[in-house]
């Protein structure tokens, strides 16, 4: 089964502080994502990632910023936390071969005070 | 992305069928249909996705209707653990360039599986 992992459930952070949010997957999947999920507005995404190195953004990229130094890894980061980046913040990954489902990990819970 | 349509929520009685309809008449020939669900504070999980077949595997059924505007996702036999947001999401999969991957997640509907 693929395995997306996520570095934390849930993280709490003050405003202004420089966040990370980690992501691990074990199928060798190419393409990796990050989402972010608010009540109301569904999913959106932030930004994705097709190769190592390699980034796009996604709907909303504003206030973030991602790093892909290793096939397996995908961090976020946002540089200085604000209370509006309050979110679940889920990853995912898919293969370039077949029909590209995504596999979503457990989703991180951050809170910006 | 084509847009898709759902009803915001249903009820279904365990054991019986789910019925969850999709409208996507907006669709274009290189489109697939996605389905996927959210049980509560969980990532979303895959279920099935078909470009103009019906399709079936373990979880669910997915019918596609001839002009492929909607299609159903047919859960058999609900059970308590079906209870999700289910997602309907129409996308190609092969776009050209870095954006086939991309999935718009609308609102979904809300099953609700009653004992």
Not at chain 1, 14 to 30: N, S
Not at chain 1, 67 to 89: C, D, G, H, V, W
Not at chain 2, 2 to 7: I, L, N, Y
Not at chain 2, 71 to 87: E, F, G, K, N, Q
């Amino acid at each position: 089964d693929v395995k997306v992992t996520q570095s934390s459930r849930y993280l709490v952070k003050r405003t202004g502080e420089k966040v990370f949010l980690e992501c691990v997957q074990d199928m060798d999947h190419e393409n990796m994502f990050w989402y972010r999920q608010d009540p109301g507005l569904g999913l959106r995404l932030i930004y994705f990632s097709y190769d190592v190195k390699m980034k796009e953004k996604g709907d909303i990229p504003e206030g973030y910023s991602v790093s892909r130094e290793k096939k397996e890894r995908f961090s976020l980061i946002l540089e200085s936390a604000s209370t509006n980046q309050t979110s679940m913040y889920l990853c995912a990954s898919s293969g370039t071969g077949g029909s590209y489902e995504q596999y979503f990990g457990p989703g991180t819970r951050l809170t910006v005070t | 992305d084509a847009k898709t349509t759902q009803p915001t929520s249903m009820d279904c009685a365990e054991g019986r069928a789910a019925n969850l309809p999709c409208n996507h008449s907006t669709i274009s020939g290189n489109e697939y249909v996605y389905w996927y669900r959210q049980i509560h504070s969980q990532g979303p999980q895959y279920i099935i996705h078909g470009l103009k077949n019906n399709e079936t595997n373990e979880m669910a059924s997915l019918i596609i209707t001839e002009d492929r505007k909607s299609s159903t996702l047919i859960l058999p036999h609900a059970t308590l653990r079906d209870t999700a947001v289910y997602y309907c999401i129409v996308r190609q999969i092969n776009a050209g360039g870095t954006s086939y991957g991309k999935l718009t997640f609308g609102q979904g509907t809300i099953l609700t599986v009653h004992p």
